[in-house]
């Protein structure tokens, strides 16, 4: 476009040249009419060189002029718009830079406060760490304990096996030395009544001949041999299978109904007679216990009328 621009300019210029060439021609010839017969010749003239360079000099002056002056008024203007420009552009880079400042004020606070919530989040992370190293130490203690127990556990278990072999010998044991005792008992029993049999025979019919059984003479004695036999039996009803002794309240039984003194029942887990386990909790015997009851009305009977 530059480049058109001046060619434009050149063109212009040899054309106006030639204007004023042609226009100086015709002054000189309307004034030296004589020179313009000889046109030659006054084109040699040293005025006519003089005026041509003249008019040259002030044909380009005047375009010098012009064209300056039509480049001042492009500079200004070009000046003018410029300056709008920059005013634009620093009203919009002022704008820009509140916007800027806004944005950063804004996402300031925005960034402080996840980076706060960051900071809270890495110091859980860090305690939960912590927690978790100390709970897998903790596992590992507790499964080197469990296998320190797991390893006590199977020495116990084989303790275990051979005091319930043991026990059973024992049991077995007891069992043969029980019913010993109960045939020994039973002996004693019929030796102790018979006995007693001839001492009360001795007391009450000492008169009577000893091969005579002996019928009791009054209504008390008759009471008191009546109570003696209740008694008995009830006694004999309320033994207990182990110690042998009358059981009292509370006592207990297996699922058979067998009974077992309350002394007793801690020491074994089976029941003496019919080797049945019993049950847990332990059951009560109601209907020993009512019996025991009934044995100790009847010891206080005995004891009234022996005090009559």
Not at 122 to 134: V, W
Request: proline share 4%; glycine share 2%; with cysteine.
């Amino acid at each position: 476009d530059q480049s058109g621009e001046k060619k434009k300019r050149r063109q212009r210029k040899k054309k106006k040249t030639k204007n004023d060439v042609q226009l100086a021609l015709n002054i000189n010839q309307e004034i030296c009419p004589e020179k313009s017969k000889d046109e030659k010749s006054w084109r040699t003239s040293n005025l006519f060189e003089s005026e041509l360079k003249i008019n040259n000099k002030l044909c380009t002056v005047q375009n010098a002029a012009t064209l300056n002056k039509e480049a001042e008024n492009s500079t200004e203007a070009r000046r003018i718009e410029i300056d709008k420009q920059i005013a634009k552009t620093e009203d919009d880079l002022k704008q820009h830079k509140n916007v800027v400042k806004e944005f950063i004020n804004e996402k300031g606070a925005d960034m402080k406060a996840l980076l706060s919530k960051c900071s809270d989040v890495e110091e859980r992370i860090h305690e939960r760490n912590k927690a978790i190293n100390k709970n897998d130490e903790q596992i590992r203690d507790l499964q080197k304990e469990n296998k320190k127990l797991s390893e006590q556990s199977v020495t116990d278990q084989k303790d275990a096996e051979k005091l319930e072999r043991k026990r059973h010998k024992l049991e077995e044991y007891i069992d043969k030395e029980m019913n010993k005792l109960k045939q020994t008992q039973l002996v004693l029993e019929k030796e102790s009544k018979k006995r007693k049999d001839n001492l009360s025979r001795t007391k009450l019919g000492s008169k009577q001949p000893h091969n005579e059984p002996q019928i009791p003479t009054s209504k008390e004695d008759r009471m008191l041999t009546f109570l003696n036999r209740a008694i008995t039996t009830k006694q004999r009803e309320l033994e207990c299978p182990l110690c042998l002794e009358v059981s009292e309240p509370p006592i207990f039984m297996c699922p058979e109904s067998h009974l077992v003194c309350a002394h007793c029942k801690p020491k074994v887990e089976k029941c003496p007679e019919c080797r049945t386990p019993y049950p847990d909790p332990a059951k009560r015997h109601r209907y020993a216990e009512k019996t025991a009851e009934e044995l100790l009305d009847l010891k206080n009977q005995r004891i009234e009328m022996a005090g009559d």
